[in-house]
């Protein structure tokens, strides 16, 4: 059991660090892997902290990266970001018995809508944008919606990618499977 614990581990540690690689290439506007990488955190690790820990530290990674290289991964709402993201392995949490297609698809809008709704509140409270009134707030949620297709369709992509790897993974390996309880 130790062993497949391990492997597991290691294979879902190793698919999440290589698709927060893929926030550093080339990339569609808003068409990332991040909330895909929090939400299987939440839904794989058998430890709540590790949930938390690996998709978390690898966008911490990503995110230094793109700031040495392109001098733009730091930035003013960095921790309303992360808290949204927190909160996405929260919710990945809710798919730790059911990872079936229309659970995981129906827990991955919500994070994406989780992530819209949070993310531009916080722009809108920064109140250099917009003014801190209902009309800046609705301002601000309007100006984001051409942006929340495409963070729909990136999070439902890697989404898909991530837990249809991670299940094809299991199949074929019998090491990784976690053994069936009563």
């Not at 911490?60 to 993201?85: I, K, N, R, T």
């Not at 722009?123 to 801190?132: I, K």
Request: some cysteine.
């Amino acid at each position: 059991m130790e062993r497949t614990l391990r492997a597991r581990f290691w294979l879902m540690a190793s698919l999440v660090v290589g698709v927060a690689i893929m926030r550093i290439i080339p990339h569609p506007p808003n068409f990332a892997p991040v909330a895909a990488m929090a939400l299987f955190g939440g839904a794989h690790f058998d430890r709540r902290g590790w949930a938390f820990v690996v998709p978390l530290a690898a966008m911490l990674l990503g995110d230094a990266v793109l700031e040495l290289l392109f001098g733009w991964g730091f930035h003013a709402l960095m921790p309303v970001v992360y808290v949204s993201f927190a909160a996405i392995v929260s919710l990945g949490f809710l798919l730790r018995r059911r990872r079936r297609f229309v659970p995981v698809a129906a827990v991955a809008l919500a994070g994406s809508t989780l992530f819209f709704l949070t993310t531009n509140f916080g722009v809108w409270a920064q109140g250099s944008l917009y003014p801190r009134a209902a009309a800046g707030l609705a301002a601000c949620y309007a100006a984001a919606v051409p942006f929340f297709g495409a963070t729909v369709a990136g999070d439902l992509f890697y989404t898909a990618l991530l837990f249809g790897a991670f299940a094809l993974a299991e199949r074929r390996f019998a090491t990784l499977a976690l053994p069936k309880t009563a």
